[in-house]
């Protein structure tokens, strides 16, 4: 195989690399409600916390604050995935690769 080909692969794989890490490092915030639920995040998809105001804690309503959760969580995932489609994008050239 061409040297210049696996040194090209080593580049990018380092590069997807580096990305990786800062996308680890890197938190994002969901919310719904108004900001009365908030999820953070990192890069990678890891939730890293939950806050919930305490105004929408309400026995009667259970229902609403799961929904509540449900979508503050929808929403951090969203910005998680995106943050990363972008910054892979920036090294694969858009080139869609498996499993990044």
């Given at each position: 195989?061409?040297?210049r080909?696996?040194k090209?692969?080593?580049?990018?794989?380092?590069?997807?690399a580096?990305?990786?890490?800062?996308?680890?490092?890197?938190?994002?915030e969901?919310?719904?409600?108004?900001?009365?639920?908030?999820?953070?995040?990192?890069?990678t998809?890891?939730?890293?916390?939950?806050?919930?105001?305490?105004?929408?804690?309400?026995?009667?309503?259970?229902?609403?604050?799961?929904?509540?959760?449900?979508?503050?969580?929808?929403?951090?995932?969203?910005?998680?995935?995106?943050?990363?489609?972008?910054?892979?994008?920036?090294?694969?050239?858009?080139l869609?690769?498996?499993?990044?």
């Amino acid at each position: 195989m061409n040297q210049r080909i696996i040194k090209q692969a080593q580049e990018l794989q380092a590069r997807m690399a580096k990305i990786q890490e800062e996308l680890g490092n890197t938190t994002l915030e969901g919310s719904s409600g108004g900001g009365t639920v908030k999820v953070t995040i990192t890069g990678t998809q890891e939730i890293q916390a939950v806050k919930i105001s305490p105004e929408v804690v309400n026995a009667q309503e259970v229902e609403m604050l799961e929904d509540l959760v449900l979508a503050a969580i929808k929403d951090a995932v969203t910005k998680s995935q995106e943050l990363a489609n972008k910054k892979m994008s920036a090294v694969t050239g858009g080139l869609k690769i498996p499993g990044m």
